[in-house]
């Protein structure tokens, strides 16, 4: 039903906003943080994408919903206008940290200054057993997210100044809410006519993806989902899942891997962790499949203009040319964003 509501596109990239009719609803993505894995470079937030929705009226700020939480996050927001305080509620794709690691930080602000509630809820898996043994556990990682800062004796002393706030510390404000493992999507949170689904999908183990519905548009979060056979010989590096999740939904974020950095190239870039991402040509051919309109690429490895990804080494760095090319050359005609923090696209509905 979403793809039959006629809407129009108001802006492409961050600070160009066109006015809208007034009172229309509106969906607006954020990229919060462009970074690709754990290295840091140029100042780029770790990995993040806002998704807000509303009316023109309050610049779409009904609901203010957060899809991992980068290094960063906090920052990127106040940049936005948006405390800690007013996030609707987070998503997690995986238990990788450059994906969470700033849920501390939001936590910890939360706890701070609005420990009267409302609490956070924080989506993700359920508990996920990996083929090797270990366990990745989204509830752990929540119920633990203060405990540095028990440890150190800073939660104690600001319940001394401050008896109100929560005695349990930021986990204490953290709702938690888990969903089964499923390739099949299912709502796992709604608010009013917006509606959250989530498919598992490969990655690391407990990686989901999510679709994001509402009266203004559609957009998917495919995380750093890659392909269900962990490596060639298969079809595509992307993920058959998101490609379900995502059919006649307008907008696309995923994770992006460029060829540059396969095992055919010079950067000696281990191919397992090269395997289990989608490259720019593959995500084109997706979206294309997936009849999305525009495609927005993040978590860019390598970032754009980096001599190197980490340790390793590039021939030379790449361009957004480059990206855009690789995603056009996997056959998408429609809009690629080339990430980058605060790149964003809004959707009003008409
Ligand atoms: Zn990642």
């Known amino acids: 039903m979403y793809s039959e509501v006629k809407r129009f596109l108001s802006v492409v990239a961050a600070g160009l906003l066109v006015s809208p009719a007034y009172g229309a609803s509106c969906l607006e993505v954020t990229i919060t943080g462009v970074q690709g894995g754990p290295p840091v470079f140029a100042g780029q937030a770790g990995s993040g994408t806002l ?10 700020s009904d609901l203010l919903l957060q899809f991992d939480t980068g290094r960063g996050t906090t920052q990127q927001l106040s940049k936005l206008g948006i405390p800690a305080g007013k996030v609707s509620a987070v998503f ?20 701070h200054f609005n420990s009267a509630g409302p609490k956070l809820p924080v989506v993700c898996a359920e508990n996920t057993k990996s083929p090797a043994g270990h366990e990745m556990s989204c509830t752990a990682f929540t119920s633990h997210i203060g405990d540095a800062l028990i440890n150190s004796g800073e939660i104690a002393q600001r319940l001394a100044e401050n008896p109100k706030r929560l005695a349990g510390g930021p986990a ?11 390739i099949a999507a299912s709502e796992v949170w709604s608010s009013g006519e917006v509606s959250v689904s989530a498919v598992f999908s490969r990655h690391v ?13 559609s957009v998917v979060i495919g995380g750093d989902a890659g392909n269900d056979k962990p490596a060639p010989p298969r079809d595509s590096s992307t ?21 540059v950095m396969g095992p055919d ?12 991402q989608s490259t720019a040509t593959d995500l084109g051919a997706m979206a294309r499949r997936s009849e999305a309109k525009h495609l927005m690429l993040t ?18 760095p790449l361009t957004e040319e480059d990206y855009s090319g690789a995603a056009k050359a996997g056959g998408f005609e429609g809009n690629v964003v080339v990430g980058k923090d605060l790149a964003t696209l809004r959707l009003v509905a008409k």
């Open 205 to 217: 183990a407990g990686h989901a993806s999510y679709r994001v519905d509402t009266p203004a548009g």
């Open 265 to 276: 190239g010079t950067t000696g870039f281990p191919p397992p962790i090269y395997f289990r």
């Open 299 to 316: 978590h860019l490895i390598p970032p754009l203009g980096a001599p190197r990804q980490g340790p390793y080494k590039l021939p030379k």
């Open 239 to 259: 993920s058959a899942q998101v490609e379900a999740l995502a059919q006649g939904a307008d907008v696309i974020v995923h994770s992006t891997i460029h060829p």
């Open 51 to 60: 998704v807000r929705y509303g009316t023109e009226e309050n610049n779409c």
């Open 92 to 111: 997690l794709t995986h238990m990788h940290s450059d994906h969470v690691e700033g849920l501390a930080d939001l936590a910890q602000l939360r706890w």
């Open 172 to 182: 204490d404000l953290l709702d938690t809410v888990t969903f089964p493992k499923s």
